[in-house]
C-alpha cells in the first residue's frame, strides 16, 4: 500500500494513524464528571491514562489532499475550510488516492484537538461509548478511517484528506472510548 504521495518535486506527504481504546470504567474513575466535558477535556483527560490497547498504521493521502493545500495557498480564498471531522467506516477494501468517502463509513466525529508544528499536523478525535459503535456480536469492526476538511452543515464542500486502514479492526463498542488521530507529515523529496 503506498504510504507517501509527492506533491511536487520537492515535497512528499506523509500519514500516520493511531487508535487508543480505552475501558471506560477506567476513564470514569479519572473523571467523574466525564458526560459533561468537552472533546478537548475528554481527550486532555485520556492523556494522562495508559490506554488498554494502542493501534498505529500508515494512510492514502488522497487527492483531496492536494486540492485542500491549493485552496489554502489560493489568496482569492480568505479562509480555506479546516480540517473539521474524522471519519470512521468497516470496510476493509483497500484505500485509494483517488477516494472521496471512505468504503464503509459509520460515524464522523469532531475534531477534539488540531496541532500544528509547521511540517506536521496532528488531529484527535474522541469516540464516546455511544459515537462510532457497532455491531460486535455479529462480527462487525472498524476498519477504516479518514481525515476531512469542511462540514456540509455549514454549507462547506468536503474534501476527504487521507484514507487508511486500522492495522487490527476494532471491536468498538458501548464499553470502550477510543481515541483516533492522524498525523501529516510533511518533508523534502
Not at 489532499?65 to 476493509?92: C, F, K, Y
Not at 508544528?117 to 456480536?137: A, P, Y
Request: proline letters at 4%.
Amino acid at each position: 500500500m503506498v504510504t507517501n504521495r509527492e506533491t511536487d518535486d520537492r515535497a512528499v506527504v506523509s500519514g500516520t494513524i493511531t487508535v487508543r481504546e480505552y475501558d471506560i470504567e477506567r476513564v470514569r474513575e479519572e473523571a467523574d464528571a466525564w458526560d459533561q466535558l468537552s472533546g478537548r477535556d475528554k481527550l486532555t483527560v485520556l492523556r494522562r491514562l495508559q490506554p488498554a490497547a494502542e493501534h498505529t498504521s500508515h494512510n492514502i493521502i488522497c487527492v483531496g489532499h492536494h486540492e485542500w493545500v491549493v485552496d489554502a495557498m489560493d489568496a482569492a480564498q480568505t479562509n480555506p475550510p479546516p480540517l473539521r471531522t474524522i471519519a470512521v467506516g468497516r470496510s476493509s477494501s483497500d484505500p485509494a488516492e483517488s477516494d472521496r468517502a471512505l468504503n464503509d463509513e459509520v460515524y464522523r466525529a469532531d475534531i477534539s484537538a488540531y496541532e500544528d508544528g509547521g511540517q506536521t499536523i496532528s488531529v484527535t478525535s474522541v469516540l464516546d461509548t455511544r459515537e462510532g459503535n457497532v455491531d460486535v456480536d455479529n462480527g462487525e469492526e472498524l476498519a477504516e478511517m479518514g481525515v476531512y476538511s469542511g462540514d456540509e452543515s455549514l454549507d462547506e464542500s468536503t474534501l476527504l484528506i487521507n484514507h487508511g486502514l486500522f492495522d487490527s479492526p476494532i471491536p468498538k463498542d458501548d464499553t470502550m472510548i477510543s481515541t483516533v488521530g492522524c498525523e501529516f507529515s510533511w518533508s523534502p523529496a
